[in-house]
């Protein structure tokens, strides 16, 4: 038995009552899990409200839809899978930790060293929400995360440790996040002063086949070539000075396979509020190409 320990907003729209104010409660039965039990918070997002949850254990965090707020208990034990083979954990063993955590209750009382956890990730959550990602998108950052209390690491890694994964994984994703961003910047740099510029979606944005987002938009054209000796438009668009402008870019969609009116709204405003004068989309699928002729058809209205 694993219990789900609520926030306040998300206990009372569960219609878990409150804890006695006298006498002393009962203390739970200890959880035969490797993860603990769970803080879970109500987090306000659009199109969805969603439940954060945040292990007790480890600190390690992913999210699931709020509705049907009814089958609250039923759906945790699938998402919570989900999420766990998602980040690595072997099936059988992500599979065990589900069936040695149910039956799934519903409680009050977050511990303390776990409600600061909760309130950040929720703030992440909130942001990634509002910048249109989706929901697996917003595990995946979530995966990443990490904390600086009570000691430095990330809580994935620490997952991993307990559900027989392999830590490193975690390390190793971000040494390859940043072997990408030395390969993008340096692609960027050999392009200073070229009148069109190139950008392939692939190298700038690597393993996100659909672009969703609107600071997906502001990363790829953060991968202009930056030149101390320039001065760039004016700071409305972010401290772009030093930002080589060309008359024309191309971006590359090779392995792209879709976006969102979000970030091609976005992208296109960011583009022409950098001075570029023309934009090529090259190598683009319908369904990028959609997403930029829908903005148009709105813009042209």
């Keep these: 038995m694993t219990t789900l320990r609520l926030n306040p907003a998300l206990a009372k729209a569960c219609h878990v009552p409150d804890a006695p104010r006298t006498g002393t409660a009962p203390p739970a039965p200890p959880c035969g899990n490797a993860l603990g039990d769970w803080a879970l918070a109500l987090v306000h997002t659009r199109p969805q409200k969603l439940v954060i949850a945040v292990s007790s254990r480890t600190h390690w965090a992913f999210c699931l839809p709020y509705a049907p707020m009814p089958t609250l208990q039923s759906r945790f034990?699938?998402?919570?899978?989900?999420?766990?083979?998602?980040?690595?954990?072997?099936?059988?063993?992500?599979?065990?930790?589900?069936?040695?955590?149910?039956?799934?209750?519903?409680?009050?009382?977050?511990?303390?060293?776990?409600?600061?956890?909760?309130?950040?990730?929720?703030?992440?959550?909130?942001?990634?929400?509002?910048?249109?990602?989706?929901?697996?998108?917003?595990?995946?950052?979530?995966?990443?995360?990490?904390?600086?209390?009570?000691?430095?690491?990330?809580?994935?890694?620490?997952?991993?440790?307990?559900?027989?994964?392999?830590?490193?994984?975690?390390?190793q994703r971000q040494n390859d996040k940043s072997d990408q961003w030395r390969k993008a910047y340096d692609h960027a740099q050999a392009q200073i002063g070229r009148e069109e510029v190139h950008i392939p979606v692939a190298l700038a944005l690597p393993d996100q086949p659909r672009l969703e987002a609107a600071h997906q938009a502001s990363i790829l054209l953060m991968r202009l070539p930056h030149d101390d000796g320039v001065s760039g438009p004016p700071s409305r668009t972010g401290n772009p000075r030093g930002r080589w402008i060309p008359r024309t870019l191309v971006i590359d969609f090779a392995d792209v396979d879709s976006a969102s009116p979000t970030f091609a709204r976005a992208l296109l405003d960011e583009v022409a509020t950098l001075g570029v004068r023309s934009l090529h989309l090259a190598n683009a699928e319908p369904g990028v190409l959609e997403a930029f002729e829908r903005v148009s058809r709105d813009t042209s209205r």
């Design 77 to 171: 034990g699938p998402a919570l899978l989900q999420a766990l083979l998602s980040l690595g954990v072997p099936p059988d063993r992500a599979r065990a930790e589900i069936d040695h955590s149910e039956p799934w209750i519903l409680g009050r009382g977050i511990d303390r060293s776990t409600v600061g956890h909760l309130t950040q990730y929720r703030h992440s959550v909130t942001w990634a929400a509002g910048e249109g990602l989706s929901l697996g998108a917003i595990n995946a950052r979530l995966a990443d995360h990490l904390v600086l209390r009570p000691r430095e690491g990330y809580p994935a890694e620490e997952v991993l440790r307990l559900l027989g994964g392999n830590p490193a994984l975690v390390a």
